[in-house]
Structures are given as C-alpha cells and as structure tokens.
C-alpha cells in the first residue's frame, strides 16, 4: 500500500512540475515584446515547434531568439545545433565562425554619407577598417551582434533604410518600442478598415432587422 501511495505521490509531484514548467514557458510577454517576436518569427518563416525548441534550448530566448534564426537560416543548420555552444558560453561571433559564416554577415550596406553613431558606431567603424585584413580578427560582441541581426529583420520586414533605424536607436529608443510602432503603422489602416467593416455590416443588419418589424413574415418559431 505504501509503495503504491509512493507511486501515485511521484506521479503527482511529475505533472505538476511539468505543469508549472508549461505554464512558465507561455507566460505572456509585454504588448510591445509580443509584437518583436510576432515579426521575429514571422520573418524567418519559423514554425511554433522551432519557437518552443529556442524557448526550451537558449538560456535567453526572448533576447536571442532572432540571433538564433538567423545563424540558423544563414548557416542552413538546425536551430537546436547552437544550443550546447551557446550553453557553454561561447559567443554568437564564435557560433557564426564556427558555422563557418564570416563577421560581415551580420552587416547591411550603408550609404557613405550616413553618420553611424551608437550602438552602431565602434562596431561599423572596426569593421569597415579591418574587413579586408584577414590577421586582424574583427571583434562583435553580443550585443552588437543582437543590434546588428534586428536591423537587417526590421529594416527588411518594414521595408525602411538601414540609416532610419540606426537614427532611430541613436536617440537610446529600444527595438521592442521600434518594431510595435512600426508593425502598428504597416498594419494598423488595415486593421482600422477591418473594425470599420464589421461596424458597417453590424449596422446595416440592426437596419434591416428593423425593417422587417411588424410586416408579418409568417408564424414564428415556437
């Protein structure tokens, strides 16, 4: 009896933790942090299943989801491949070496005649003095590698220049805010004349409801 108590005791204890891991993993993110990953994911195509995988696999994923796609996408690999790099501490330049990319690849062309000022400024200004010196290692660190992979998805998925964005994170304006005041403007008129829509239909229905008051349309249902 008692082993069977112990059981049952092991078996609860289980799926309540498996429960409450659950539950933590779908915790909801703010509005404007909801929006970023919205874009993140759909820019790089990326099923739920591959969501849950970085969510589960990455000691950060809600800052180093797009990082993840994107060496992933680049790279042609597995996203769940980085994990045990990442895990161990090596850094996203030393993934993407590893993956065999080059540090240019998480740069977008930028006119000459644009100022890149901060965060941008020391990483463009090393990179663009040493790029073509193959002994000088160009260094990244993580956070300009989580700067520089969000220009490239927001300056594409929003279809603006590279030179906007960067003004626009000059002024120390966080790219959660960035991409829900863009996503706002590319969707918000659709969603405005879709509200529209349905107010207009609900309207025009009350109308002829009306309408129909009192003309006898035969017995009704009992």
Do not use: C
Request: charged share 30%.
């Amino acid at each position: 009896m008692y082993k069977k108590l112990s059981v049952s005791v092991f078996l609860v204890t289980i799926i309540g933790l498996f429960t409450f891991a659950k539950a933590a993993a779908q915790f909801p993110l703010p509005p404007d942090a909801e929006i970023m990953k919205k874009v993140t994911t759909e820019f790089f195509k990326a099923s739920p299943d591959v969501i849950i995988k970085v969510e589960k696999g990455l000691p950060m994923p809600d800052t180093d989801l797009h990082v993840a796609l994107f060496l992933a996408q680049q790279a042609n690999v597995s996203v769940d491949m980085l994990f045990p790099w990442r895990k161990a501490g090596q850094s996203w330049l030393d993934i993407a070496i590893r993956l065999g990319l080059p540090p240019g690849v998480f740069f977008v062309e930028v006119p000459a005649n644009v100022k890149v000022g901060p965060p941008y400024g020391k990483a463009y200004g090393h990179y663009k003095k040493h790029k073509k010196d193959k002994k000088i290692k160009i260094v990244l660190s993580d956070g300009e590698v989580r700067d520089l992979v969000h220009l490239k998805v927001a300056s594409v998925y929003f279809d603006l220049p590279p030179a906007e964005i960067i003004k626009m994170r000059g002024t120390g304006k966080p790219f959660k805010e960035i991409y829900a005041g863009e996503y706002k403007k590319k969707h918000g008129k659709k969603e405005e004349k879709e509200k529209k829509n349905k107010e207009k239909k609900g309207k025009g229905w009350k109308e002829e409801k009306e309408k129909g008051k009192g003309k006898g349309h035969g017995k009704g249902v009992e």
